[in-house]
């Protein structure tokens, strides 16, 4: 059963940037995509991007110009990186796994950490 | 950009049947995917692909496809369904987006 475990800063402050870790166990990140979502507090859930192992990222339009996201399969580990951060950038932040089997679908999720962005 | 649209809220007596809608116009040419979110927990796939069931997933939970709309159906609902439902679908470009979530009460 492969699990996520989300980790990184509860609280960041504004202009500064987040990193965010995802340790994947139970199984390899090889051979799949990983995915970062959030969910800011009441509202609704917000895809980030993905990555595929030796792929390219792609990224939410809408975030494009701010975020990253890279994968260390020797660690079995991915990890986001976003900048300068305003209090909007508050909200869980989920790691998930992406599969494709004819349709695009996040199979597994972490529990999430939530981000606050405040001074 | 593009948009999946959900009623904000259905309600439903244990025992009845829950139908959530979810409307994008690319949803003719591209799967959609189901999640519960339960209060406080990490989001469940309980449909991908318009109507397969993960796994695990109660049989009562069923998706389908008409046009430009998906539906989430939920037979004889119980108390442990009451929870955020969202679709997810993907656009040309291999971004994804999330419906805009609706909320199931059981009475």
């Known amino acids: 059963q492969v699990q996520l475990q989300e980790s990184g800063p509860g609280l960041v402050k504004p202009s500064e940037p987040l990193s965010l870790r995802c340790t994947v166990s139970?199984?390899?990140?090889?051979?799949?995509?990983w995915s970062w979502i959030r969910q800011p507090p009441g509202k609704g859930l917000e895809w980030i991007g993905y990555i595929y192992d030796s792929g390219s990222p792609n990224y939410n339009p809408s975030l494009k110009s701010r975020v990253s996201i890279s994968l260390d399969t020797s660690k079995n580990q991915f990890s986001l990186n976003l900048s300068s951060l305003t209090t909007a950038d508050t909200a869980v932040y989920y790691c998930?796994?992406?599969?494709?089997?004819?349709?695009?679908?996040?199979?597994?999720w972490g529990q999430g950490t939530l981000v606050t962005v405040s001074s | 950009s593009y948009e999946l649209t959900q009623p904000p809220s259905v309600s439903v007596s244990p025992g009845q049947t829950a139908k959530i809608t979810c409307s994008g116009d690319?949803?003719?040419?591209?799967?959609a995917n189901w999640y519960q979110q339960r209060p406080g927990q990490a989001p469940v796939l309980v449909i991908f692909?318009?109507?397969e069931r993960p796994s695990g997933i109660p049989e009562r939970f069923s998706g389908s496809s008409s046009g430009t709309t998906v539906t989430l159906t939920i037979s004889g609902v119980q108390a442990e369904d009451e929870a955020d439902y969202y679709c997810q679908s993907a656009d040309s470009s291999d971004t994804f987006v999330f419906g805009t979530g609706t909320k199931v009460t059981v009475l």
């Open positions: 139970g199984g390899s990140t090889r051979s799949f995509s």
């Open positions: 998930a796994r992406l599969r494709s089997a004819g349709a695009y679908f996040f199979d597994c």
């Open positions: 690319a949803l003719p040419k591209r799967y």
């Open positions: 692909k318009d109507s």
